[in-house]
């Protein structure tokens, strides 16, 4: 399966602080999809990207497609405490088609 | 729309016991997904089905763990015997996977077992 790496795996900010966690990969991804898991849940879908070059943006989050299909990033903009919780980035690709996930960033907000 | 079912929520054990957990996904999802999440860890994908048959298992511990997908929808996991290391968090989740675009997976709630 294709695999990525995320950083960082920790994130704290203070309330009203942004937020980006990365993606990166050796080879070229044919999609992506981005999860939330707030602690004590499960993944919910956040996006997929597909094109390369990708910006989606949705509300405070903005996320990016790279250029070569390697790379993706999720930005938030002036987190809240809402916003807490695990960002997954989950390539797809391969014959099978594997949804695989990493470890992940934990994004802890301070109020 | 109804959401990805799973039972039980919560499972206690003790070590060498079997356990099963069976999840209904949502209407027409063909493809399903079992994952085990340890706590602090993302989720490991055990077993991938698409409609009944099996299209990835390869991280599936096949001498104490089995799956099926019964007539292509619902799908049964079980662990027999059962480990101290096998405590987690078993979630279930469906999508609706068209040729060669994979759509969002949805989650259900999960099990959570611990083994004793």
């Known amino acids: 399966g294709q695999q990525v790496m995320q950083i960082p795996q920790y994130q704290h900010v203070q309330e009203g602080e942004d937020f980006t966690t990365y993606c990166n990969s050796s080879t070229t991804l044919s999609n992506i999809q981005w999860y939330k898991q707030r602690p004590g849940g499960h993944p919910v879908f956040l996006i997929q990207l597909v094109k390369s070059g990708e910006v989606k943006k949705q509300k405070r989050l903005t996320f990016q497609f790279g250029e070569a299909k390697k790379n993706s990033s999720l930005h938030i903009t002036a987190t809240q405490t809402t916003d807490v919780g695990t960002y997954f980035c989950t390539p797809i690709g391969g014959s099978n088609y594997k949804l695989t996930f990493g470890k992940g960033t934990l994004l802890t907000v301070n109020p | ?116």
């Open chain 2, 1 to 116: 729309e109804a959401g990805v079912a799973q039972s039980p929520r919560y499972k206690i054990i003790e070590k060498r016991q079997s356990v099963a957990f069976w999840c209904n996904p949502i209407s027409g999802h063909a493809t399903l997904y079992w994952y085990q999440q340890i706590l602090g860890q993302g989720p490991k994908l055990l077993i991938q089905f698409q409609n009944n048959g099996v299209v990835d298992d390869s991280q599936l511990p096949k001498d104490r763990f089995s799956a099926e997908r019964l007539k292509g929808v619902d799908s049964t996991l079980k662990i027999q015997p059962a480990k101290l290391e096998d405590s987690a968090v078993y979630l279930c989740a469906s999508s609706l996977r068209q040729w060669r675009m994979n759509t969002e997976a949805f989650f259900g709630q999960g099990t959570r077992l611990t083994v004793v």
